[in-house]
């Protein structure tokens, strides 16, 4: 025979509960003021009434506050709580017997005068456990009430006492609760704004200086008025460290450098040091620092790139042999994509048995960082290192430093990339920089906005990076390049652009069948002409200005797409509180396009009879619209889009 | 500081399992001889192949059986394992680094000889590691293999050996399992084939005997050979068990009952006996065995009816008052939905601090009739029962007696319907009986057939019960009951009717606005005129001739609707294998209906170019159709539909 349970099980479900990530074994993000709305399936058999409540707790309570939870049918129920720190809350669902709404149910209903009596009895009792729990001045005013409900005899006083809403929600709220059920608590990362929205630039300091000079972190202070002037709030830095001279990289990715080629960043480390070193040709640790500090009174912040790979000169070669793989003639296994090699680059091996010595020392790397004061890091292929190693670090650096924020550099498959965000990366790169027809881009950014999995990957869009210059940015013209920018800045809350290569232009691939730049910044010194007359700069920096005054902008969440009948015309919507952007952009770079937008009104909340105002911050012209068919003419050597505030 | 973990975690990830019910918390549900289809997302960082397996076993198995995965695209793996026996099974994926696999992938792209030289020693080294961990015969075959790749130096030798499936395969399959993970065990429940596929015929045993006399089992008997002549497999019975006499019901529910009045077999239990116990009229235990048997050598089954309440005589009100609530006058508390009141029936409290006891005697009322033979339970209102009860009981049951079968009698909430189907009842009575468009029954049946709840949720569909005659057939004429009988027939792989009140159309309401019948059986004998020449019986018995001699019939999941251009006009398909069904119902009991069906020919495995033939076993007719696109016409006077046969 089956052991029998010691207690009767509790009676009440709660399935269903959302936001979730797999079933709780990963935590849903937020950011600091945000809204979590909960809601979950509770219910028990036959005609019971159950009442819910969320219990949550934010990093360091010892005790949790409760939101009751309000029935949305269909046995569904909801509730929400803010979100007012950084750090890792808690949540749990919890439902019971609502004996005493389940009793009114009732009761309500009875006739007979008789058994209003006795019903009005069984309350009295219900009434009285729930006084017997809670306070005094409760308890007195309860008393009384479960005094009449006990003992009276007249119908129509124990009818309408039976309908003191005030005393009856009083009793509800002390009432025992019989049947608990309560979820397993789930976690939420609560990161401050700009995990949300942010805008960033990347930018090679060692390009910053005068011609043929090798730029410095002072040249970079000095372009900081600028930058800031254009309206990015990230200024992203590729690796700062030494860099490697065994087999550097020569120019164009030549397997031979030459004297004074400055080899790739990424190939870090040298004699000089590794990954907590500065290069000198770019500065000090105090130049650094002052560097952080003056970026950080414009409004910015520097994110640094981390990628956990070394060059064969890199001191962890000699001081580590233990954290490298060994070929079997006894040499370094360098990192290989056969039939291509990359000898200048030895990969970190995960497999050794020093697993536990490499990961103190890669989250010290971490640690070094944000200590000197960055706290964004961007990293380099997560995807190339082991999974748990991810969700160990970042929960080790976001304990004592819960302010800092980590962006994946994972262009990598689907289950991958979001595995990574799963895991804790703050924001993720996204396949925007591929997607470029009207059916991918609704596609696309309908997944990112609206699937589940928006709950904890936070898309980062990029028309370009230093190692992708996609075949549609190819020897294109400048309407292609306003096009990317114009989707990227006002589809995405987060996006960021490698510059000044982007907003200058720059289309020239290294071969035909390559993403890779011509001349590109990964192995030399490049200098940009910035007062160029046709730099997009203007046009970026209204981007941000309207981003900056748009709540609207500044969340994914809300996206919502409107019919075109034109397939080369983009239209879709942004949405917080009042403030409401429009955009329609055209698609094509080399023809005027003209159609029809059909305005999804009740998804802006605009009333379908009153006439509304659209301001186009691009052209600065107004339109007033009627209803929600309206037509749209764009021509792409003028405008990408029309980027409007509905007013 | 956070303690490191002892040792590096699996690096392999194992997501997206299915079939599963709420991440394990429930079985999934299968019969004999089904497949188990598995797949899941399993993967690993950076270029790391993964390789995974099902790992399998039956009730009462100690070792795994195992089913290797293959892939799918985009990560995705699958197997598939057939489940012989019934019982539980559990299943669970393992996925870990195929260092052969990954190292073969690169190995074929390497050009330079000396690369290739030193990678063929990796490759040494790894068939070593499997060699050293698989049986003498293999390694005898894999040590040579690996020989020649640690030691030639001949490129084009290397390069063949390397490729040598067979080797590479045994060496494969014997290689440790690096960065392994195992999901969590999976549970299925294997049930006989009956679970799937059941054709019900309920009867009121007191009415089968001559007209004016109470009927007996031995009247039921003789009825047998005609029951099966019609092809149902299972014959429901209401509660066979002494009726209460105290407040029991007259005619139509009157709250008073005549002199011969023989009340409701749901008011359970009397003088006489309770839920172990047989009403005299009926017959004896003997009696009911000997209709067991009987009905057993025409290859169908008793189901006997569960209702867990009691009359206000039932012995365990004077024996066990502990398992039922009191009102606060002393008085029993009846059933009631206020201001209806049901006094002559008494819950059972399952809030009663005696619940063991309660729980215990409930499990031994199924235990009885187990061993009086019966294997299929009809479970009256479960919805009104606590869960965690029939989660255990349930299991109580099938440990020792694994062919049981449970048909929940819940017509309720969908939350609370699914719940019951995933404690572990066997089928669920469903909303076909009030779904009656064509919109409709394409939501519903595509909900039953192809979403999830399909792992767990086995519908059975009835077009009426004995507590059910819905609006659309009150009053309404035999073609609406063709239509009914048709779509429940063909619909649903198990299916049920209320006879003979169905197949003799009766129509009459007891009142304007209550599905209740006239007269019901629920109250009073009836005698059916079973050789009206109007009786849909032939109708009946052709549609579960058909059902038996079609595989395709017999599972839900293959349903497939087809577009038609009317609305009236409802046309699916089901396919097992070759066997191949197709119906198109006119839903229009009152008017010829035409139209265009478009049949999704691939959906079939039907070539577009090749004509088919539709044999029509209604009409006995043959068409031969050319193409997808094809015309129909029918009269529901003469007949409900075309059920083709696809030849």
Redesign the interface.
């Known amino acids: 025979m089956?052991k029998?349970?010691e207690t009767?099980?509790?009676?009440t479900?709660i399935?269903e509960i959302k936001p979730q990530v797999?079933?709780g074994r990963f935590a849903v993000k937020r950011v600091i003021g945000e809204d979590v709305v909960v809601t979950a399936?509770c219910?028990?058999?036959?005609?019971e009434r159950v009442a819910c409540a969320v219990r949550y707790r934010g990093p360091g309570d010892k005790d949790w506050r409760e939101s009751v939870m309000e029935p949305l049918g269909?046995?569904l129920w909801g509730a929400a709580f803010n979100v007012g720190r950084q750090g890792r809350w808690e949540y749990t669902v919890g439902s019971w017997i609502d004996h005493l709404g389940t009793w009114r149910d009732?009761?309500v209903?009875?006739?007979?005068p008789d058994?209003i009596r006795?019903a009005a009895?069984?309350g009295a009792?219900l009434v009285g456990r729930a006084s017997a729990l809670c306070g005094k001045a409760d308890c007195e005013r309860l008393e009384p009430w479960a005094k009449i409900l006990r003992e009276d005899d007249d119908i129509e006083r124990l009818r309408a006492t039976a309908m003191d809403e005030e005393l009856f929600e009083l009793a509800r709220a002390n009432a025992p609760r019989?049947g608990l059920s309560q979820s397993e608590p789930l976690a939420i990362t609560v990161d401050r704004e700009r995990a949300r929205f942010s805008t960033w630039y990347e930018l090679f300091p060692r390009s910053c200086g005068p011609v043929g000079k090798h730029g410095t972190f002072a040249d970079v202070d000095e372009r900081l008025d600028e930058i800031a002037a254009l309206g990015f709030d990230v200024l992203y830095l590729p690796p700062i460290h030494p860099i490697g001279r065994e087999r550097r990289k020569g120019k164009n990715n030549a397997t031979t450098s030459q004297p004074g080629d400055v080899g790739s960043p990424w190939a870090i480390g040298s004699r000089e040091g590794g990954h907590t070193a500065i290069l000198q040709d770019l500065g000090t640790a105090t130049d650094f620092k002052h560097l952080i500090m003056a970026t950080r009174a414009r409004g910015m912040e520097i994110a640094l790139d981390i990628a956990f790979q070394c060059a064969p000169d890199h001191p962890w070669v000699a001081q580590h042999p233990e954290w490298f793989a060994k070929?079997?003639?006894g040499s370094i296994q360098y990192a290989?994509?056969?039939?291509k090699?990359y000898q200048d680059i030895y990969p970190l091996d995960?497999?050794t048995p020093a697993?536990?010595s490499l990961?103190?020392a890669l989250r010290d790397v971490f640690l070094h960082w944000v200590r000197e004061g960055v706290a964004i890091f961007r990293v380099d292929n997560p995807?190339?290192?082991?999974?748990?190693f991810w969700e160990?670090v970042i929960?080790?650096v976001k304990?004592d430093h819960p302010d800092v924020l980590f962006l994946a550099e994972a262009f990598t498959?689907?289950?991958?990339m979001h595995?990574l965000a799963k895991l804790g990366f703050t924001q993720s790169y996204t396949y925007f920089t591929w997607r470029t027809t009207k059916a991918e881009l609704v596609e696309y950014f309908t997944e990112l906005s609206a699937d589940d999995s928006r709950e904890y990957f936070r898309p980062n869009c990029w028309p370009n990076t230093p190692d992708i210059l996609p075949y549609h940015l190819q020897n294109a013209g400048l309407a292609t390049f306003r096009i990317r920018l114009v989707l990227a800045a006002t589809l995405a809350a987060s996006y960021g652009m490698y510059g000044p290569a982007f907003e200058l232009g720059d289309n020239r691939p290294r071969e035909p069948q390559s993403e890779e730049y011509l001349d590109s910044e990964k192995y030399q010194l490049r200098h940009w002409d910035r007062e160029r007359p046709d730099s997009l700069a203007p046009l970026v920096a209204r981007l941000n200005a309207f981003r900056r005054d748009h709540p609207a902008m500044q969340t994914d969440w809300s996206l919502v797409f409107h019919p075109t009948d034109n397939d080369s015309l983009l239209a879709y919507s942004k949405r917080q509180g009042d403030d409401r952007v429009l955009v329609v952009v055209n698609l094509d770079p080399h023809n005027v396009q003209s159609g029809f937008v059909n305005v999804a009104m009740e998804k802006l909340g605009l009333d379908v009879g009153v006439a509304y105002g659209v301001d186009d911050m691009l052209s600065g012209t107004r339109h007033t619209w009627y209803g929600s068919r309206n037509f749209v003419s764009l021509d792409p050597a003028r405008a990408a889009a029309h980027v409007f505030a509905i007013a």
Request: hydrophobic fraction near 25%; charged fraction near 35%; avoid cysteine.
């Open positions: 089956t029998k349970p009767a099980p509790p009676p479900v399935e797999d079933g399936a219910y028990a058999h036959g005609h269909n046995d009732g009761f209903r009875r006739v007979d058994d006795l009895r069984i009792g019989d070929r079997p003639d290989e994509n056969p039939p090699k995960f497999d697993w536990r990961w103190q995807h190339t290192k082991p999974f748990p160990w929960a080790e304990r498959r689907p289950h991958v595995r």
